[in-house]
């Protein structure tokens, strides 16, 4: 069965860093597009970058490039996204999503981050 | 890359049928067959309903029906339930390489 289970809920201040994981099981973890999506309370879903682990493929949305850094760990079947500084407008749920030829059929629970002083 | 545009939202009674519009550019949905459309429930996870434009995900009601035409991509859903009252989001891929989500849409059921 494939799942996606995301690191849990966050709390943090704006300036601080955060990394957050989203773990794959059930299939070739490596052979698989990760995305990663932005839904800020109340609002729509947004794409904030693509992976593809096998050939190296990281893609941004402008929105997000240079804010944001999704990397692996392959060893641990393991994707992260990662802020060097955050800020209030952070605050998000954020959802991890496997993908193939365009489609995007599993998702994870979703983190919820807040960012607050 | 802009989002692709949706109705903010769309009622119907039960029964009936309703169409959600998602218009985008030729640099997207009238560039690429890859326009797929997810249903989110308050709180819940987006769930992947229609993809390819007009494929429906297993376990999916025939109930929903994507198209597509030109920039314009649609989602219709006949027979209207109390449970379709949800957000749509439609979705797709663009010449610069990444994917684009619609506005979304709220469907009410009257």
């Known amino acids: 069965e494939v799942q996606l289970v995301q690191s849990g809920a966050e709390v943090k201040k704006p300036g601080e860093s955060l990394k957050i994981s989203c773990k794959g099981s059930g299939y070739d973890f490596s052979n698989y597009w990760i995305g990663w999506v932005r839904q800020m309370p109340g609002k729509g879903l947004e794409w904030m970058g693509i992976a593809y682990y096998a050939n190296s493929d990281y893609r941004y949305s402008p929105s997000f490039q240079g804010q944001v850094t999704i990397s692996f760990d392959m060893s641990i079947s393991t994707t992260y996204l990662q802020w060097s500084s955050l800020e209030a407008s952070d605050t998000a749920m954020y959802y991890c999503?496997?993908?193939?030829?365009?489609?995007?059929?599993?998702w994870g629970q979703g983190t919820p981050v807040t960012v607050s002083s | 890359q802009s989002a692709l545009t949706q109705p903010a939202s769309v009622s119907g009674s039960p029964g009936q049928s309703i169409t959600i519009s998602c218009t985008g550019t030729s640099s997207d949905i009238g560039h690429f067959n890859m326009v797929s459309w997810f249903q989110q429930h308050p709180g819940k996870v987006p769930r992947l309903i229609i993809s390819d434009v007009s494929s429906r995900t297993s376990g999916v009601s025939v109930r929903f029906f994507g198209s597509k035409s030109g920039n314009t991509a649609s989602l219709t859903i006949s027979g209207l339930q109390a449970e379709d009252e949800a957000d749509y989001y439609c979705n797709s891929y663009s010449t610069s390489d990444i994917h684009v989500f619609g506005t979304g849409t709220s469907v009410t059921v009257l």
């Open positions: 999503a496997r993908g193939a030829g365009g489609t995007w059929f599993y």
